[in-house]
């Protein structure tokens, strides 16, 4: 048994749970899948993050407190090479080991179908952090380290208050984004893409220098999630709301997981009116 990362990482000490399930395939299996953690009914990524790094001990510790599941994408190899077959004949032959071998969890079949109108309600399952939809062609055959399908991601608008940029004031690059808790605290959602030259301008005009006792004032923010890097923030008087386009990946607390996209800035709004830190929206 052995599992590997996008990078091709060796995650197999990470996840014994999985590999002690696979028992349950016949010899020479290859899957093309994502392993998932739930909590509170909702995948919760940084689990994952925090999993993968684990091993012996630390492992079945972290595997019995977050259990993973291993959701199915693809078939690769069934005793034979699959990968130069169409899809239909991949994904008919990946539905007859699950019924076959009678999978049961920690493996998952993914779901799939041609009914637009079954994926457009797919597309409502944000409430679980269900990031979108993965379209592949029937006729199109497997080949490593390239993705012929396309992902379409759901998307909406909302509104955070912009509580730190990178860069600086006059010329920021990008924008760390909060809102506040029940207790009045502001908390940090997530960050934005790169802004662009008009978003800087806009941005520029209305930032302002954070004052002595700034809510973040001696926190430190990561470039991106399992990153070292520690960006160089400035903080900012948090005033200013910012509406962004944003997918439905969250992590347990509520953060955004991929960085948000700048729309505009919402001066007929101001902070206490927006959505509070953990609000579904």
């Not at 948090?238 to 948000?260: K, M, T, Y």
Request: proline content about 6%; charged content about 20%.
């Amino acid at each position: 048994m052995l599992i590997r990362s996008r990078a091709g990482g060796d995650l197999t000490g990470a996840f014994p749970e999985i590999v002690a399930a696979a028992a349950d395939l016949p010899d020479d299996t290859a899957l093309d899948g994502e392993l998932v953690v739930w909590e509170n009914d909702q995948l919760a990524f940084e689990r994952l993050q925090q999993r993968r790094h684990r091993r012996a001990g630390a492992a079945a510790q972290t595997a019995a407190q977050w259990p993973a599941h291993f959701v199915a994408f693809d078939l690769l190899r069934l005793g034979t090479d699959w990968t130069g077959q169409p899809y239909r004949e991949r994904r008919r032959v990946l539905e007859e080991l699950f019924t076959g071998q009678r999978l049961q969890p920690p493996w998952t079949l993914c779901p799939a179908t041609t009914d637009p109108q079954q994926a457009a309600e797919w597309l409502q399952w944000s409430s679980v952090g269900m990031e979108g939809l993965v379209f592949k062609r029937l006729d199109q055959n497997y080949v490593p380290g390239w993705r012929g399908w396309r992902k379409y991601r759901s998307r909406h608008s909302t509104e955070a208050a912009i509580g730190a940029v990178t860069g600086t004031l006059a010329t920021p690059t990008t924008a760390l984004l909060g809102r506040f808790d029940a207790t009045g605290q502001l908390q940090y959602v997530g960050r934005t893409t790169v802004l662009n030259a008009a978003a800087r301008q806009s941005l520029a005009r209305e930032l302002q220098p954070g004052r002595p006792g700034h809510p973040w004032t001696g926190w430190t923010f990561s470039a991106g999630w399992g990153a070292q890097q520690v960006l160089q923030v400035r903080l900012v008087e948090p005033v200013i709301v910012a509406e962004v386009a944003v997918d439905v990946s969250l992590d347990a607390s509520g953060r955004w997981r991929h960085p948000v996209r700048f729309m505009r800035v919402r001066t007929d709004l101001v902070p206490s009116e927006i959505p509070l830190f953990g609000e579904e929206r």
